[in-house]
């Protein structure tokens, strides 16, 4: 698994520009770059859902996600292309869109609850509220949930998120600045987010969870990850968090040196 010619990945992308961008600049830095290929839907989670659901119903185990996914692109080639690659993983990335009044959670609970194994049918990584999330953190303040929150203006869209995550600055705004070390410790808030999210774990166990960061990762539940975001959305509550850079703990043993390195050295973010 830390060979990076053994995979070769399928990202099924939202956007045009950024998922691409993030996911791509993940790959470079991890040394993981030739082994990849991107298809962008050009649509939402929740327009997914209702094409999918227009054609399978709740029968997910029918839909077989390469032609689907075919019949969302506008270019042959890449519909070709797409149609006559073999993949050993396959990853769905989606913004959450909160403020979308198309929003089922019942649906996004089967979905997420099905694509959960990106060797199998593929694994769903979904971004609290969109994939800006990335940046939303502050390295003096991340163990706290306090500074995960997002306020409800602008969950439901009175306040544009990104300029909600703009009181960041800037330096993690141009991706192709970040190395693996910042990704890294990156990595390592979100992870520690959506465990004490998910679990009730207390702050206190950051440095545990960090020893073996890869370990964290993979114990996250993505499933009870939403269920807990959607009972805070029906409080008017909401936390950050971008899951999609999870899928490079696929290599423990490259991300557990990186962040080592990164914590040891001063390097990346200062977390500790």
Same mark, same amino acid.
């Given at each position: 698994m830390n060979n990076a010619s053994e995979k070769n990945v399928l990202l099924i992308v939202e956007g045009a520009k950024r998922e691409p961008q993030l996911m791509e600049r993940l790959f470079e830095s991890f040394g993981l770059a030739d082994n990849h290929q991107f298809v962008r839907v050009k649509i939402n989670v929740h327009d997914f859902l209702n094409k999918l659901f227009q054609e399978y119903g709740c029968d997910f185990e029918a839909v077989d996600l390469k032609p689907f996914v075919a019949e969302l692109l506008s270019d042959k080639d890449d519909v070709a292309q797409l149609l006559e690659s073999s993949f050993t993983d396959t990853l769905l990335i989606f913004d959450l869109d909160p403020q979308d009044n198309r929003l089922d959670f019942k649906r996004l609970e089967l979905m997420q609850d099905y694509y959960c194994d990106s060797t199998d049918m593929g694994q769903l990584y979904l971004s609290y509220?969109?994939?800006?999330?990335?940046?939303?953190?502050?390295?003096?303040?991340?163990?706290?949930?306090?500074?995960?929150?997002?306020?409800? +203006?602008?969950?439901?869209?009175?306040?544009?998120?990104? +300029?909600?995550?703009?009181?960041?600055?800037?330096?993690?705004?141009?991706?192709?600045?970040? +190395?693996?070390?910042?990704?890294?410790?990156?990595?390592?808030?979100?992870?520690?987010?959506?465990?004490?999210?998910?679990?009730?774990?207390?702050?206190?166990?950051?440095?545990?969870?960090?020893?073996?960061?890869?370990?964290?990762?993979?114990?996250?539940n993505h499933s009870e990850l939403l269920l807990n975001e959607i009972d805070r959305l029906n409080n008017d509550s909401f936390c950050a968090c971008c899951t999609c850079l999870f899928f490079i703990a696929n290599w423990p043993k490259r991300l557990n040196d990186v962040l080592n390195k990164a914590i040891k050295r001063g390097l990346g973010i200062r977390l500790l």
């Open positions: 509220p969109s994939v800006e999330a990335y940046r939303d953190f502050d390295p003096l303040k991340y163990c706290s949930l306090d500074d995960a929150l997002v306020p409800s +203006d602008v969950i439901f869209g009175q306040r544009s998120y990104k +300029d909600w995550v703009a009181r960041r600055g800037d330096s993690l705004a141009d991706i192709g600045r970040i +190395d693996g070390y910042t990704f890294a410790c990156i990595i390592a808030v979100h992870a520690l987010r959506s465990l004490w999210l998910t679990n009730e774990q207390s702050t206190q166990n950051a440095n545990e969870c960090m020893a073996d960061l890869a370990a964290t990762v993979a114990g996250i």
